[in-house]
């Protein structure tokens, strides 16, 4: 069964920076689309990024654009999100997600079969 485990969360200040991982185990990792996205307080999950089995392709809806990066490593099973200059509107549950068919909209969350259990990433102002 695959299992996802995000990591680096925590307090941030307001213009620093975010360096969140994602650790893939239960499965091959190259077989998988992943993703990142977050839930702020009292808002639905949104989308932050996607990225395709070998890392050529990445996805960012168009409000995150330019401001995170997505990125994998198959070697080490993980993926990572960066973001430099975070601001407390960034403040949220940081959630990775794999999808053994990215056949539909990878910024879906419809289209993500396995999630982790998220961390907290509060930036304070």
């Known amino acids: 069964q695959v299992q996802l485990a995000e990591s680096g969360g925590g307090l941030v200040q307001t213009g620093g920076s975010l360096e969140l991982a994602c650790r893939f185990s239960?499965?091959?990792?190259?077989?998988?689309?992943m993703a990142w996205f977050r839930q702020a307080p009292g808002k639905e999950r949104e989308s932050v990024a996607a990225?395709?089995?070998?890392?050529?392709?990445?996805y960012y809806p168009d409000s995150m654009k330019g401001r995170f990066t997505i990125s994998r490593d198959n070697t080490k099973n993980s993926i990572y999100l960066r973001r430099s200059g975070v601001n407390p509107e960034d403040t949220a549950v940081y959630y990775c997600?794999?999808?053994?068919?990215?056949?539909?909209?990878?910024?879906?969350?419809?289209?993500?079969?396995?999630w982790g259990r998220g961390t907290q990433v509060t930036v304070s102002s």
């Open positions: 997600a794999a999808a053994s068919d990215a056949s539909r909209s990878v910024l879906s969350e419809r289209t993500y079969d396995f």
């Open positions: 990225i395709d089995w070998v890392g050529k392709g990445t």
């Open positions: 239960g499965g091959a990792f190259n077989q998988y689309f």
